[in-house]
């Protein structure tokens, strides 16, 4: 076994540096998300995190580096470049994309889908509730980005459109899912609003909304197996991406109704998440949604 190994490493000597070379970017990139987490909130994050004790900004900040990293797996995975150069450059590029989309992405989520709620003045508060939610926003349009990441190959004009053009459809797929649970929360809790229960803290239905909004970027993702990346034929193929995501979003929605009314037999979803704040009940419900949404898109791979 060892020797097979030494085999290997000496015939990809020139993978190997490739691939440290990557790793060195992507950890660099990482680091740089907390800071820049910190400047776009106008906080220290050594304070925030250390000596208030600010389990929101924390979380937000994780979501933020978990949304970065699956972003540089898009962008790690797939062949090599031609030379070490092109490597970094598309690396860097990728990266600093994906970073820039990430934060963007937050900024529309925050004015557009959530319109009602000030996100960074309640994750400095303290509230846990927006802190998931931001988190799973986050997370959910780095789903997107990777998925357009591995889908499109090259570093010029058409792959940025391509990249661009995939989190605009992104980020119309998750402020309609949010509208759309927004209605579903009303209709069920005699017209209350779900922006306000964010806002009061209930991190049930964060937890719930985290899942929903996950599981929509994950069926949106699979459109990338049904269509081939061509520069030619691109506005065409990303109007695909967005008709076949509503079509994957309205199926996996169907299905996880179900799953959820199976594995939650005999149990209140409404009675027991939306007005006793079961967080256990509201974890399960995550689960299923993204297990459902991940079942779905393997098998449409």
Known sequence: MLNTLLEITALNSD??????????????????????????ANVDTTDELSKQDNFAFGISVAGSIAALGIVLNGAITGETAESLSMEIIG????????????????????????????????????????????????????????AVLIWVYGVDVNTLVAIVSGFVVSQAML???TRIKERQYAKNNQGDSLQEAFSNGQEALAIRYAGQVISTALAVTAASYFFSYSP???IINLLGWLVFGVVMTILVTILTFIAKKLVLWGINLVEE?????????????????????????GLMA
């Open 175 to 177: 402020i309609v899912a």
């Open 91 to 146: 690396m860097l590029s990728y990266g600093l994309l994906g970073l820039v989309l990430i934060k963007v992405g937050r900024f529309v989520h925050d004015k557009i889908a959530l319109n009602e709620v000030n996100k960074t003045e309640l994750i400095k508060a303290g509230n846990v509730t927006i802190g998931i939610v931001d988190a799973a926003s986050a997370i959910a349009t780095a789903i997107v980005i990777r």
């Open 15 to 40: 993978l190997l540096i490739f691939l440290a070379v990557d790793l060195v970017i992507a950890i660099v990139l990482l680091s740089a998300m907390r800071f820049i987490s910190g400047v776009t």
């Open 273 to 297: 998440v939306d007005q006793q704040h079961n967080i256990g009940v509201a974890a399960i419900e995550m689960a299923i949604s993204v297990s459902i949404a991940l079942i779905l898109t």
């Open 232 to 234: 030619d034929t691109l």
